[in-house]
T-cell receptor, first 115, second 114 residues
Framework: GAGVSQSPSNKVTEKGKDVELRCDPI?????LYWYRQSLGQGLEFLIY????????KSGLPSDRFSAERTGGSVSTLTIQRTQQEDSAVYLC?????????????FGDGTRLSIL | QKEVEQDPGPLSVPEGAIVSLNCTYS??????FMWYRQYSRKGPELLMY????GNKEDGRFTAQVDKSSKYISLFIRDSQPSDSATYLC??????????????FGTGTRLTIIP
């Protein structure tokens, strides 16, 4: 597609349930990033993929959060045993190439609400 | 203290005015500086992307970086109601191998009054 695609656009779930968020980057982009945007907090980095490997997972807030990327394309972010503080907009971004200077382009995010 | 500080606003200006948005930062290793525009319920959209100190102009938008003061600005000339959005500054460290994560300001909410 033309841009970064994320699904679902909205997700409401009960506390304690697991959720899976999907990101489809711009075709040909090898770098993929997950960020979280909370009210009043700005965007916080979660994890970064180059190809299928994750050189930087430093932003994942707890071991309930995990992410994977397969085939160098689609990525999924999984949150286990969700808590109310996990409510936020989860944004995915991609950039063209690992070795060149390229900016990150964002999808519209998944708005996650934990009841 | 946050690495990147940005006045959250809100900022309201009349149509046609010049808008000035600013961020300060504390990490001198930041080398790449960006401004993103975010409309309600949408993802951030890249407006300006600059490397190191100096000015960069694109249409009505001018990005300015002053590394000695650790201060960046975005100027919007002839502001339009369609410019009403949240503006996010973002910064990236010097790259050793390629891409790096972005560190964002909290965003400034801007409203242009017709």
């Amino acid at each position: 597609g033309a841009g970064v695609s994320q699904s679902p656009s909205n997700k409401v779930t009960e506390k304690g349930k697991d959720v899976e968020l999907r990101c489809d980057p711009i075709s040909g982009h090898t770098a993929l990033y997950w960020y979280r945007q909370s009210l009043g907090q700005g965007l916080e980095f979660l994890i970064y993929f180059q190809g299928n490997s994750a050189p930087d997972k430093s932003g994942l807030p707890s071991d309930r959060f995990s992410a994977e990327r397969t085939g160098g394309s689609v990525s999924t972010l999984t949150i286990q045993r969700t808590q109310q503080e996990d409510s936020a907009v989860y944004l995915c971004a991609s950039s063209r190439d690992y070795y060149s200077t390229q900016p990150q382009h964002f999808g519209d995010g998944t708005r996650l609400s934990i009841l | 203290q946050k690495e990147v500080e940005q006045d959250p606003g809100p900022l309201s200006v009349p149509e046609g005015a010049i808008v000035s948005l600013n961020c300060t930062y504390s990490n001198s290793a930041f080398q790449y500086f960006m401004w993103y525009r975010q409309y309600s319920r949408k993802g951030p959209e890249l407006l300006m992307y600059t490397y190191s100190s100096g000015n960069k102009e694109d249409g009505r938008f001018t990005a300015q970086v002053d590394k000695s003061s650790k201060y960046i600005s975005l100027f919007i000339r002839d502001s339009q109601p369609s410019d009403s959005a949240t503006y996010l500054c973002a910064m990236e460290l010097r790259r050793c191998f390629g891409n790096e994560k972005l560190t964002f300001g909290t965003g400034t909410r801007l409203t242009i009054i017709p």
